[in-house]
Each structure stands twice: as C-alpha cells, then as structure tokens.
C-alpha cells in the first residue's frame, strides 16, 4: 500500500490560515487522498478528498501537487474546534479494499 | 437523520470475560465496518460487512473476535474470553455505497477496558 507522511504536530493560531502537508511520493494513478480527522473524545469525520485537482468544501480546501507526491489539506480560518488530529489516507480499491488506512496523523493545536 | 450510534459508551470487564459491543449504523447504509484503537497505538480496520455478508476481515486480530450483522442492520463485536491487550476504543463507521468514494461515518467509540 501507498504510505503517507505527516508531521506529528502543528500548532496555529485562531483565525488564521492553516496548511497541513502530506506527502504520498509513492502514490499511484488510481489512488484517492483522502482527508479525515478525529476531534478529542470523538470518533473520526470526514472532511475532504481529491484525485488529481485542487478541491473545495465547506470544511476545507485541498491543494493536490501536479506530480501527486503531496497534497495540503488548508483550514482557511482555524477555530478552538479545528484542533483534532489530522489524517491524510490514500484509497485504492484493488490494492486495499475499502477500509480506511490511519497513520499516526498530524495533531493540531489551535490557540487563541 | 440520527448518526451512528454504538453502545455501550463504556465497559469495564474483568480478563476472561465476555464482552460485546454493539453498533446501529445510519439507516439505509448496507456497508459497516470495525475499527480499534488500542494503547498508544493507530487505529486500525478490524472488518467491514455489506448488508450482513463479511467482504473483509482481514484485520479482525484473532478467533476470540466475533462480528455479526443479523439481518443487515445493527452489528454486534463480540469479544471472549477478553485479554488485556484488548483494551482500547471500539469504533464503528458506516457508508452508503461500497466504493473508496465513499464518505465513512464514525460512531463516538466504545471505551473497552480489560482489568
């Protein structure tokens, strides 16, 4: 399977942009980026996913890299609530099934 | 339109008990998978069901798990006899479509500890 690697941690201030890398420099044709996170005491959620173009949602936007060896998940305005841990997953039916992949993610801390 | 709901949210057991989790996923989702936490460590895919049929159940650790989906609605994990390196939280996820498009939604977890 494609692996990722994200930072263990970042730290941001309220209202303020936040750019949160991932880098997938094995990543084939048909994988997906996904994007997930796990807000403390919860279980994880959704947030955004993309294959080749940059995509926007209510949530997020996420900046894929022509190559495809990285992506950026970006919170435009970072809240208390947007601090949770991060997780950047590649999905590939034939080579993993459906099951989502969770690394160790990046933790981010929002301060006021 | 009410989440995914699993219960208990919390359960103490004592090692060499029986212990078994249940998860009611979003109505109308056929597929549903497991999902566990355990100490310090990531979380990790235990198996996913399509209506009640197992499509994968390639990360469910060994034969004292057991996940039935009766009926193709709620799913119960049972674990027994219960180890302490069983402790963790228990997450339940359900999507609509069987397809790596599709959005998994994930229950609040059930806390399992094993003394």
């Known amino acids: 399977d494609a692996k990722t690697t994200q930072p263990n941690s970042m730290e941001s201030n309220e209202e303020e942009p936040v750019h949160l890398p991932c880098n997938h420099s094995?990543?084939?044709?048909?994988?997906?980026i996904h994007w997930y996170r796990q807000l403390p005491s919860q279980g994880p959620e959704y947030v955004i996913h993309g294959l080749t173009s940059n995509v926007n949602n209510r949530m997020a936007s996420l900046a894929i890299a022509e190559d495809r060896k990285s992506s950026t998940l970006i919170l435009h305005r970072a809240t208390l609530r947007d601090a949770a841990v991060y997780y950047c997953i590649l999905r590939d039916k034939p080579n993993s099934g459906y099951a989502l992949n969770f690394g160790k993610g990046t933790s981010l801390l929002v301060t006021p | 339109e009410a989440g995914v709901t699993q219960f208990p949210s919390h359960s103490v057991i004592e090692k060499g008990q029986t212990v078994t989790l249940r998860c009611d996923p979003i109505s109308g989702h056929d597929n549903l998978y497991w999902y566990r936490r355990v100490m310090g460590k990531e979380i990790k895919f235990l198996l996913h069901?399509?209506?009640?049929?197992?499509?994968?159940e390639s990360g469910m650790p060994n034969n004292r798990f057991l996940a039935e989906r009766t009926g193709g609605t709620y799913s119960t994990l049972k674990v027994q006899p219960a180890e302490l390196e069983d402790s963790g939280v228990y997450f339940c996820a359900s999507s609509q479509a069987t397809s790596v498009l599709s959005e998994q939604y994930f229950g609040p977890g059930t806390r399992l500890t094993v003394t």
């Open positions: 069901f399509v209506k009640e049929s197992k499509q994968d």
């Open positions: 094995t990543i084939s044709g048909t994988d997906y």
